[in-house]
């Protein structure tokens, strides 16, 4: 199974500053044939389901603020908030679908200082 | 716009088994890949089981391999998860995810709460 690891496990970010949340993956999830990487971050508010943000690692899900982008490719990725909203605190995790069984991170609490 | 309710979450004992169910509509239901994803209260997000678009292929965490069973009723838009032998490790918020072409997760269901417990 591909170990999906996170850092930090918790971050706290003043308003309006960037927020910087990385994973790790045990094995490359670029897939050479098509120049992929089968990375995505998610976002969880309580109460509430995950919802996509980002996926092939750095592409942006219809009605995802522009402020949030991801980055990296083959086992080291970055989702980056680049001006920290209030309505941003959440968890954060990424997954590969690469292959079965899907693996997700750990998350990442993020909070505001 | 796209909607996934599950439904056949609730308490059950230890050995019991659970059928959870989860109706779709707002897409093309027979195009898409489906998932079941569990959180334990206060954890992380574990894939359980996902299944093509046609049924075909079937796929499970090594959690629940064997002892579990995903399927679907493409005439009926739903996704089904029959779990057997449940044991407090499966206690959770289960939620179905609709797959993209890709396999990533784009949308998600409100979740049905399994507490296995004597």
């Known amino acids: 199974d591909i170990v999906m690891t996170q850092s930090p496990d918790s971050l706290a970010v003043s308003l309006g500053e960037r927020a910087t949340i990385n994973c790790k993956s045990s094995?490359?999830?670029?897939?050479?044939?098509?120049?992929?990487?089968?990375l995505g971050w998610y976002q969880q508010k309580p109460g509430q389901p995950p919802k996509l943000l980002i996926y092939?690692?750095?592409t942006r899900e219809s009605g995802v603020p522009d402020r949030f982008s991801g980055s990296g490719s083959g086992t080291d990725f970055t989702l980056t908030i680049s001006s920290l909203q209030a309505e941003d605190v959440a968890v954060y995790y990424c997954?590969?679908?690469?292959?079965?069984?899907?693996?997700f991170g750990q998350g990442t609490k993020l909070e505001i200082k | 716009e796209v909607q996934l309710l599950e439904s056949g979450g609730g308490l059950v004992q230890p050995g019991e088994s659970l059928r959870l169910s989860c109706a779709a509509s707002?897409?093309?239901?027979?195009?898409?890949?489906m998932n079941w994803v569990r959180q334990t209260p206060g954890k992380g997000l574990e894939w359980v089981s996902g299944?093509?678009?046609?049924?075909?292929?079937?796929y499970y965490a090594g959690s629940v391999k064997g002892r579990s069973t995903i399927s679907r009723d493409n005439s009926k838009n739903t996704l089904y998860l029959q779990m057997n032998s449940l044991s407090a490790e499966d206690t959770a918020i289960y939620y179905c995810?609709?797959?993209?072409?890709?396999?990533?997760?784009?949308?998600w269901g409100q979740g049905t709460l399994v507490t296995v417990s004597s």
């Open positions: 995810a609709k797959a993209s072409q890709a396999y990533y997760f784009d949308s």
């Open positions: 707002g897409f093309t239901f027979t195009s898409y890949a």
């Open positions: 299944i093509s678009s046609s049924g075909g292929a079937t």
């Open positions: 094995q490359s999830v670029f897939y050479s044939s098509n120049n992929k990487n089968y």
């Open positions: 092939w690692a750095s």
């Open positions: 997954q590969q679908y690469y292959n079965t069984p899907y693996t």
